[in-house]
C-alpha cells in the first residue's frame, strides 16, 4: 500500500494498519511522527547490543503521554469547575467497597450484545467504534466469584491483549479479595460492575445516575473506578 | 473521560470514590474535577500494572486505599512514582 506519510501514521488509527495502542499517532504532526519512529529505530538498534529493551518501552510510553495531550484549541465541553468530595463515612476496614471499571468486561452468557450482534468478537468492536461512541453503554453486573474462564472483556477502544492475559490488569479483583482478606477493607462487594468505555459522553453522563442508584443497592461505602 | 461522570455521580450522591487513571489521561481527571485521582505510570490499557504483576497490583489499589483515607478535598491527585515493570506472561 502506497501514500503520504500522513496516510501511514492516521492508518493505525482504525485503518488499514489499526493498532489501538498506536491510534494516537492520527493526531500527532507528521514531523513528531517521523521523530516517534526514528528514535524508536535508534533504540532497537541500541537493544540488539545491550538487551535492554526498556528504552523502547519508555519512549512508547512517553510518546503516548504527547498523543493524549490535549488541544488548547479545541477544548473539551466535559469540564468542570466543581469537584464533588464527601469523607470516608467510617474506616475503611469497616467498609464494604465496591468496583467499576471501564474496561468492558462481563459474564460469559450475559453478553449485552451491542446493536443485537450475537458474540461480537474484539475486531468487530473495533471495527464499529464509531457506533459505540454514538451508544448508551450498558452496565455489567459480574459477580466477584465469577471463574476466571468466564470472565469475558470486549472494548474498542483499547487494546485488550494484556487484559485477556489477565484481567487485573484493568479490573482488580484478585487484589481487592486479597485486601479484604488481609482486611485492608471490610469487605469487597458481592457483585462487581464494568461497562465498555468508548462511549457517548453525554449518554454516560444521562445514564450515570441510575448506575449509581442501582450500585448503591448493594449498600457500598466506598467506590473504586477503574477506567482504561 | 466515561468514568469522570461516573464517580462525580458517586460523590455528589454521598459515596467516596478513588478513580485511577493513566498517565496519558491524567489531564482528563484534572479538567473533570474527578474526587480524587490516583495516576499510575503505565501504558494506556495496563492501569494496574502488567499482566501478572500482582505486586503492583496491590502497591496501586493500596495507594489508592490510601488516598481515600487522606484526601480533604475533591480534586486531590497523586500520581505514584514507579515507572511501568513489563510483564513476563504469554
Known sequence: ?228 | MSVGHVAREFESRGIPTVSVYVRSFRHVAERMGVPRTLVTRHPMGRTMGAPGDTARHSVVLEAAFALLESAVAGGALLELEEQFKPGSMR
Open chain 1, 1 to 228: 500500500m502506497t501514500g503520504s506519510f500522513e496516510d501511514f501514521r492516521t492508518s493505525f488509527s482504525y485503518g488499514s494498519r489499526s493498532d489501538i495502542s498506536f491510534k494516537f499517532l492520527k493526531s500527532m504532526s507528521d514531523e513528531d511522527a517521523a521523530g516517534f519512529f526514528q528514535q524508536l529505530l535508534i533504540e532497537v538498534g541500541a537493544a540488539y547490543d545491550t538487551g535492554d529493551v526498556s528504552q523502547i518501552l519508555e519512549l512508547a510510553y512517553q510518546t503516548q503521554i504527547s498523543g493524549y495531550e490535549p488541544d488548547p484549541e479545541h477544548p473539551s465541553r466535559w469540564s468542570y469547575e466543581d469537584r464533588p468530595f464527601v469523607k470516608l463515612p467510617k474506616p475503611l476496614n469497616e467498609s464494604r467497597v465496591g468496583l467499576l471499571t471501564s474496561s468492558g468486561h462481563f459474564v460469559a452468557g450475559a453478553d449485552p450484545e451491542p446493536f443485537g450482534v450475537e458474540n461480537m468478537t474484539q475486531s468487530e468492536a473495533e471495527g464499529r467504534i464509531g457506533e459505540f461512541l454514538r451508544e448508551t453503554p450498558v452496565l455489567s453486573s459480574i459477580p466477584r466469584n465469577t471463574p476466571r474462564d468466564q470472565l469475558v472483556v470486549r472494548h474498542g477502544g483499547y487494546d485488550t491483549r494484556s487484559v485477556v492475559l489477565d484481567f487485573n490488569v484493568s479490573f482488580p479483583r484478585d487484589a481487592l479479595v486479597a485486601a479484604e482478606e488481609a482486611g485492608r477493607i471490610g469487605e469487597l462487594d458481592e457483585t462487581l460492575y464494568s461497562f465498555p468505555g468508548a462511549t457517548a459522553q453525554g449518554r454516560v453522563k444521562k445514564v450515570a445516575p441510575a448506575w449509581v442508584e442501582q450500585i448503591s443497592g448493594d449498600s457500598i461505602d466506598v467506590m473504586l473506578l477503574v477506567p482504561v
